[in-house]
């Protein structure tokens, strides 16, 4: 979805129903129409097919069918359906201020900024797949920006394999992103969507990490990372020296120096076995750190399942982060090299963000104790045990 610069305003007799009025059209494609319409003061984006057949409105309450049970950061809010209006039927959604990925680029934003903006593009993906859903149809146009915090918002999912396919011949843009296998009306899986990740890493990175993004672009399915995970671990770890360029420097001073050629050979062997071993000490690090956290948010995550109230939740959430910072200090006098360790210490804060960010929303979907409308005593009970900074412990066994 790509916002026009100008706005469209639709006939003024045109009103849609059920309260949404003043519709703006703001884009339109090949096969859908977007306006921006207003309720009770707000806005809110509306998605309608372009002509009424049976297939365009399949496509669109599919999409709806799909979305509205979806709830993540970087994916749009989905409200409604709405069967019978004045611009017909389709789907009611959060109004995103922003532009699209490509618009957005063209800003020139910072690598800082780029990187960030990667990882959300990843973590809404990654979503999608742990909820069984293929995207299918992964391009700059549905992956939206927002103005006020440059935050991702992701737009039309859950396309079927041969809903893609279609859409794929009806507009040109989508072919240039999708997988070779969905092309070929073969049945797709996680790494169709790898595929479509990695040209659109390559737009989002200004072409710096190819290693990576060409895996996610192999041909052969096979050759891809398998999930979105592996994706997000290999770029955590892009502060690996590059090996290839170090040997060829290498080679060539000795050559300069005019060293025999099996005393090149014995020094570019003991350069490779160093170079291999510095790398298996890397992985075992990284291993390590993955292993450790999510064991410990996984225990968390269990814990705050038996919790009913989130100022419980937030204690035993900072207790978990307060016993992070052995694993902290585990690794940073693990090696010399202060390359290595910014690495290390990029990864770790990389999983423990993601980490913490699920605990936060777990935690924040259960009511705080002044919503539960409890008794003066219970309530004066759990509140005690706030203010000594003890744990969770049931009023019913514990207060009387």
């Known amino acids: 979805m790509s916002v026009n610069s100008s706005l469209v305003p639709v006939k003024e007799d045109i009103a849609i129903n059920y309260g949404y009025h003043n519709p703006v059209l703001l884009s339109e494609s090949s096969i859908s129409r977007i306006y921006r319409i207003s309720k009770a003061g707000k806005h809110f984006i509306f998605k309608t097919t372009k002509d009424d057949s049976g297939k365009m409105r399949a496509l669109v309450r599919r999409e709806y069918d799909i979305s509205i049970g979806l709830d993540h950061p970087h994916i749009v809010n989905v409200f409604t359906f709405e069967e019978e209006t004045e611009v017909g039927p389709g789907i009611v959604m959060e109004y995103v201020d922003g532009r699209d990925l490509s618009a957005f680029l063209s800003e020139k934003p910072s690598m800082q900024i780029r990187r960030r903006i990667a990882d959300q593009v990843l973590d809404a993906v990654g979503y999608l797949h742990r909820k069984g859903i293929i995207h299918n149809d ?23 394999d041969n809903d ?6 009806a507009m040109g843009s989508t072919a240039g992103y999708a997988s070779p296998e969905l092309l070929r009306q073969e049945k797709t899986d996680s790494r169709s969507d790898i595929y479509s990740l990695g040209i659109l890493l390559d737009k989002i990175l200004d072409g710096r ?6 895996k996610c672009r192999s041909e052969d399915r096979n050759k891809r990372y398998d999930n979105v995970e592996q ?3 290999a770029l955590a770890r892009r502060h690996y020296p590059v090996y290839f360029s170090a040997v060829s420097i290498l080679i060539i001073v000795l050559a300069v120096v005019g060293l025999q050629v099996g005393e090149r050979v014995r020094k570019f062997k ?13 992985d075992s690090v990284y291993n390590a750190i993955d292993t450790e956290i999510l064991r410990i948010y996984g225990e968390l995550e269990t814990r705050l399942s038996d919790i009913p109230y989130k100022e419980f939740g937030y204690m035993e ?15 940073q006098d693990i090696a010399d090299d202060q390359t290595l360790i910014g690495g290390f210490i990029s990864h770790y804060t990389l999983i423990q963000n993601d980490c913490y960010e699920k605990a936060l929303r777990q935690i924040e979907a259960i009511p705080s104790i002044t919503e539960a409308s409890l008794p003066p005593e219970e309530f004066n ?10 744990p ?4 019913e066994k514990y207060g009387k």
């Open 209 to 214: 990490n190819s290693r990576i993004s060409g």
């Open 138 to 160: 992964l391009k700059p146009e549905n992956i939206f920006i927002s103005r006020k915090d440059n935050s991702v918002k992701l737009l039309d999912f859950g396309l079927s």
């Open 392 to 395: 969770y412990r049931p009023y």
């Open 270 to 282: 003991d350069f490779q076995s160093a170079e291999l071993e510095r790398q298996e000490m890397c």
């Open 231 to 233: 994706v997000r671990t």
């Open 164 to 169: 893609a396919y279609y859409m794929a011949k």
């Open 381 to 390: 009970f759990y509140m005690e045990l706030i203010g000594k900074e003890e």
């Open 317 to 331: 959430l900072s207790k978990t982060m307060s016993g992070l910072t052995v694993i902290w200090k585990s690794f």
